[in-house]
């Protein structure tokens, strides 16, 4: 069965840095999602990917998030300067259509910023 | 936009009990209501969904009843077994999905 894949599992970085975080979305889909979830809180939207540009980005995207897919497989998020309050799990998701479609998610990539 | 709130948020049943979560949605424009299981440790898997067209649907064990008019959505377990226990969210997607706050759900063998 077809699933989404994430790496790194675990990434731990300092403060200010840059992290990249990759997925590879399923590969008939055309829609791509980027959620976060801070340890025991819901899980919420970042922002969507479709044609090689965003759809729609949330309050949270700000200019040190950003998204790419570099190749036909692989979609990442880089944020430019990491922030203690970056620290959470990172999940991408991909969808074959968009309303309506069922979002299939990842593994997630924990994201630790100390 | 849009604003789902689910209950409650932590569940304790008996296994071979029924249990039920509910959400509410505010934005008339959803029409997709999926919901999902999240073990510890891992990614949200999708384990049912109903439309805006359709009031019921089941598969197996778990049901999910969507009513337009109230604007809400309950996830339905029945029989349930130890391995049941996950947190469950639900979710309205107007594209992007908005997730509820979860509910802990614990069978007790």
């Known amino acids: 069965e077809p699933e989404v894949t994430q790496t790194p599992s675990h990434q731990v970085t300092q403060m200010g840095q840059e992290v990249i975080l990759r997925c590879v979305p399923i590969s008939n889909h055309l829609y791509f999602y980027w959620y976060r979830q801070i340890l025991g809180q819901k899980v919420e939207f970042l922002v969507s990917f479709y044609n090689n540009e965003i759809s729609e980005k949330s309050e949270i995207f700000d200019d040190q998030f950003s998204v790419e897919r570099p190749d036909g497989s692989n979609f990442t998020l880089k944020i430019r300067s990491t922030k203690l309050e970056d620290s959470a799990m990172y999940f991408c998701?991909?969808?074959?259509?968009?309303?309506?479609?069922?979002?299939?998610f990842g593994p997630g990539t924990r994201l630790t910023v100390t | 936009g849009e604003n789902v709130e689910q209950h409650p948020s932590t569940l304790s049943v008996q296994e071979g009990d029924s249990a039920v979560i509910k959400c509410t949605y505010s934005d008339s424009a959803s029409n997709y209501f999926p919901w999902y299981k999240q073990e510890l440790g891992k990614g949200p898997q999708l384990i049912i969904d109903i439309r805006s067209n359709v009031g019921e649907k089941k598969d197996q064990r778990i049901a999910v009843t969507l009513n337009k008019t109230a604007k809400h959505f309950s996830l339905h377990i029945t029989e349930t077994q130890p391995e049941d226990s996950a947190v469950y969210f639900c979710?309205?997607?107007?594209?992007?999905?908005?997730f509820g706050q979860g509910t802990t759900l614990q069978v007790k063998p």
């Open positions: 979710a309205a997607n107007t594209g992007k999905l908005i």
């Open positions: 998701a991909s969808s074959e259509f968009r309303q309506g479609g069922e979002q299939y």
